[in-house]
């Protein structure tokens, strides 16, 4: 079975309760909805307090390239603007909806049927899901129609898919691709249609032996379309990693997935891309998982985005009363949440909650030099060296240890025996020596 | 709403793996009992005691240098004291006086560890600066070595008998003149230097036992085969060589692996992970400049052993065997 070459830890995976149905969360009160939700220039609303808006309606306005607009997840009456804490705690402009009913927008088809002919051509597709606000829900949030347009120079060959979900617990991906393999399909279709290839390997860990079935004979019916089963390994569902275990090919320091002919994009999108280009239905919902070690039962649910925290957790029975940690994503790369006012998006696959005994770090010793983040870093860095020299300061050294190749999966602090903040050494060595490029650039 | 300020917030990852440094050291401690036994059976209780003495004086300065100059607890929960007093006992004669045993542990802890800031900073390797320095200081205690006295063969509480090692022997026998035939008439039998019943170190003597600990320590990762199969494998070759060249004037390289300190600083000594390099090329390198420069100084140098030099010197190459060894990147930019 085919997997990454350097590096990489085995995480026990946790994926707790995958047998249960997904199911529909119950419309919250009020939604609060993030004017951005991608990665690259933010968005400005273009609706005011008082506005009646419908499921999809847009609600903002970006002419930036690297961009995607919002969509309302509610009917209703907007209620204010304001700024609110997003996951990682910081004030963020919002949209306040207050629901009333579920009226959706005339031009969305919401019949349950499966829309299998693409009528649409190639850039009549990434006008549409440039359209619908679709980014990449694996969690970076990556605009989508910006990947459909390789530069001029580059030609994409392989449409790689990402049914990995290597983060321990996370299992939304996994009930995608058993209730949705048609949908996920013909997404892809579109997509090869849009990017101009031939063949589509989707890639999905051994631990998930359903979804590799399932998706296996659904893909069958489709043309180019394979399924890769891969050994499990974390972080494969990492961009680089997915394509060296599917490809065998190596994306080179600073260049993109097109440079080496990929384009890589999660399932969850790929449905979302479905949905866009075939009924026309913009990106105003997605699977999130609602999981801990503690919880009773724990579901994946289909949430409309702004949702709180609060009602996702009042779902599934509310706290457990030992309750220490709450994560939105995974425990590998999640961000730990200060409170359950956060509100869902785009990218938010999950939410974790840890008990107190499990939400503490463990207690810090000395680097006994033993060499396990070196072995486990799956760029072949050496995050020791670019941990310490981060934390001297010494950031001439930081860059020249090649911190700008990391990719913050956090193999290093999750094996280090020392129990070491390596990772968030090396975050802030990689803010730092990004600022200090971009300076020397600027000059 | 009401839980909010409880939530531990913190980076991630949230998760963390199954190692600890506390893991690692009793491994080490596990990986380390077979030849203890070993030694308990050759040497008697008096094996334990000088055991007893160096792990009790390491910890002891541990929490003493703490409380002196750094005005703390001691740092014992890491079990490196522990690991430090256990290896410098392994190195000693069984013979040695128990006061030496304790001031070897005061340079072990006070110059070869907290000299240089304690646990991960230092260059050398704590428990060889403390053999050596009482190789240096005390030539005759510490080659005074007690010859194996097998615990059922009867005469447990008799006065312990001495005598030279293997390498003692063959160091002098062709120092004199004798041919390697001569030497190894006086010699005990493979079998005999493989079980360890022959004069030694406490630990250094078995090489069996030291090698069922090396392979439970490969199983537990807490070592990679990379140093030992270098150190040996280098020994092995560069002593072959030798021995093919001038067959009566150098021992064979089985020989060479057997006796002294060879298995012992091979799989417990060059391969701790402080004094050793960070990547698996580096370690190959640091490996077999031990080998070679063990069957240099056995050889050639003026002492029959050369184990303890040999780990400390390329100790002293570590910072530039990191720097010159870098591990394998994902994709260079072309």
């Not at chain 1, 402009?93 to 349950?112: C, L, N």
């Not at chain 2, 010859?147 to 160091?171: E, H, N, S, Y």
Request: aromatic fraction near 8%; charged fraction near 15%.
């Amino acid at each position: 079975m085919k997997t990454f070459s350097i590096g990489g830890v085995h995480p026990h995976d946790q994926k707790l309760n995958t047998e249960a149905p997904a199911k529909v969360l119950p419309l919250p009160k009020q939604v609060c909805v993030m004017v951005s939700q991608h990665l690259g220039a933010p968005s400005q609303p273009i609706v005011a307090k008082g506005d009646k808006v419908k499921v999809g309606t847009v609600l903002t306005q970006n002419d930036a390239f690297l961009s995607a607009v919002v969509h309302s997840p509610v009917s209703g009456t907007v209620n204010k603007i304001a700024d609110i804490p997003d996951a990682s705690n910081y004030p963020k402009p919002a949209i306040f909806i207050d629901v009333e009913g579920d009226e959706w927008e005339e031009s969305i088809d919401r019949s349950p049927e499966i829309k299998r002919e693409i009528t649409l051509d190639g850039p009549a597709i990434i006008q549409r899901v440039k359209e619908m606000g679709i980014v990449g829900m694996g969690g970076a949030c990556f605009p989508t129609h910006v990947k459909l347009m390789p530069p001029k120079d580059a030609k994409a060959e392989f449409l790689l898919l990402n049914g990995v979900e290597c983060e321990p617990y996370l299992t939304c991906d996994n009930r995608l691709m058993l209730d949705h393999a048609e949908e996920i399909m013909i997404g892809a279709t579109a997509l090869m249609k849009a990017l101009n290839v031939s063949q589509t390997i989707i890639g999905i860990e051994a631990n998930k032996p359903a979804a590799i079935k399932h998706m296996t004979e659904v893909a069958a019916g489709f043309a180019g379309i394979k399924v890769q089963p891969l050994k499990m390994k974390y972080p494969q569902g990492a961009e680089k990693q997915l394509i060296k275990a599917l490809t065998g090919r190596a994306v080179p320091s600073g260049k993109l997935p097109i440079n080496v002919g990929c384009v890589v994009d999660n399932v969850a999108t790929c449905y979302a891309v479905y949905q866009a280009v075939q009924k026309n239905m913009p990106l105003v919902q997605r699977m999130v998982t609602v999981t801990g070690p503690e919880v009773p039962e724990p579901t994946n649910f289909w949430a409309r985005f702004g949702t709180p925290v609060s009602e996702f957790i009042a779902a599934v029975g509310g706290l457990p009363e030992n309750t220490g940690k709450v994560i939105s994503g995974g425990p590998m790369m999640g961000k730990a949440l200060c409170s359950d006012e956060a509100s869902s998006v785009k990218g938010m696959s999950g939410i974790l909650i840890l008990p107190e005994k499990q939400a503490h770090r463990r207690e810090v010793y000395p680097c006994i030099r033993c060499g396990k983040c070196v072995e486990a870093c799956p760029m072949g860095l050496e995050p020791y060296l670019i941990a310490s020299s981060a934390a001297v300061k010494d950031f001439g050294l930081t860059e020249k240890a090649r911190v700008m190749d990391c990719i913050e999966c956090g193999c290093c602090q999750f094996t280090c025996p020392s129990n070491r903040p390596l990772l968030d050494c090396l975050k802030i060595g990689k803010a730092t020596v990004g600022k200090i490029i971009r300076a020397r650039n600027a000059k | 709403m009401a839980n909010n300020n409880k939530w531990v917030i913190s980076g991630a990852p949230h998760v963390h793996g199954p190692e600890s440094v506390t893991k690692i050291m009793w491994g080490v401690v596990i990986a380390l009992i077979p030849a203890f036994l070993v030694s308990f059976y050759f040497f008697g209780l008096r094996a334990l005691l000088v055991t007893f003495v160096t792990v009790v004086s390491c910890l002891f300065f541990e929490v003493l240098i703490n409380a002196l100059f750094f005005k703390r607890p001691g740092t014992l929960r890491d079990g490196s004291a522990m690991i430090t007093g256990l290896l410098l006992a392994l190195n000693l004669p069984a013979g040695i006086p128990l006061w030496m045993a304790a001031v070897g542990a005061l340079i072990a802890i006070g110059i070869g560890k907290w000299a240089y800031g304690g646990l991960g900073s230092n260059p050398f390797n704590p428990a060889l600066v403390g053999r050596v320095f009482l190789l240096i200081s005390f030539p005759v205690a510490m080659t005074t070595w007690t010859l194996p006295r097998p615990l059922f063969g009867g005469g447990f509480l008799a006065d312990a008998v001495t005598g030279p090692t293997p390498l003692a022997i063959a160091k002098e026998g062709l120092k004199a003149g004798q041919s390697v035939g001569d030497v190894m008439s006086q010699l005990p039998a493979y079998s005999d230097l493989f079980f360890g019943n022959m004069a030694g170190s406490i630990g250094e003597i078995s090489a069996i036992a030291l090698l069922i600990g090396g392979i439970y320590m490969l199983c537990r990762k807490i070592i990679t085969w990379h140093i030992p199969v270098a150190f040996l494998g280098s020994a092995f070759v560069f002593a072959g060589i030798l021995w093919c060249c001038a067959p009566d004037k150098f021992m064979d390289p089985v020989f060479h692996l057997l006796t002294g300190g060879m298995m012992l600083g091979a799989i417990f000594m060059a391969t701790d992970m402080v004094t050793s390099p960070m990547t698996c090329g580096g370690k190959l390198i640091f490996g077999c400049g031990c080998g070679v420069l063990t069957i240099l100084i056995r050889t050639f140098g003026a002492y029959p052993e050369g184990v303890s030099f040999a780990i400390l010197i390329m100790n002293a190459f570590v910072p530039l065997i990191n720097r010159a060894c870098k591990p394998e990147r994902f994709a260079l930019a072309k």
